[in-house]
Nanobody
């Protein structure tokens, strides 16, 4: 089992930058595919980015491709989401997720473990 704690959220101006972190407990972090999802008020939780166990494969939602970057540091049990040029429509609670059953996935149902989320607000 793994516990996930997100950090780094806050208020950012459109066009700025922000980096989210997700720290995982346990000694087997490298065995988990990791993902970032987000949920805006009144909307369903949606996929943002995913990274494979070793970090050699990544997926992005079309809405963030070219602006956001997912990465991981297995030595630090941490996955990151670098948000460059955020837009007001990126405002949401961002969730980190882990999967022990897939190598990489963009689907919510693939992830067994979730963090509590961190709020990101992008001002125009």
């Amino acid at each position: 089992q793994v516990q996930l704690v997100e950090s780094g959220g806050g208020l950012v101006q459109a066009g700025g930058s922000l980096r989210l972190s997700c720290a995982a407990s346990g000694r087997t972090f490298s065995r988990y595919a990791m993902g970032w999802f987000r949920q805006a008020p009144g909307k369903e939780r949606e996929f943002v980015a995913a990274i494979s166990l070793s970090g050699d494969s990544v997926y992005y939602a079309d809405s963030v491709s070219g602006r956001f970057t997912i990465s991981r540091d297995n030595a630090k049990n941490t996955v990151y989401l670098q948000m460059n040029s955020p837009k007001p429509e990126d405002t949401a609670v961002y969730y980190c997720a882990a999967s022990a059953t897939v190598s990489i996935s963009r689907y919510r149902r693939s992830y067994e473990y979730w963090g509590q989320g961190t709020q990101v607000t992008v001002s125009s």
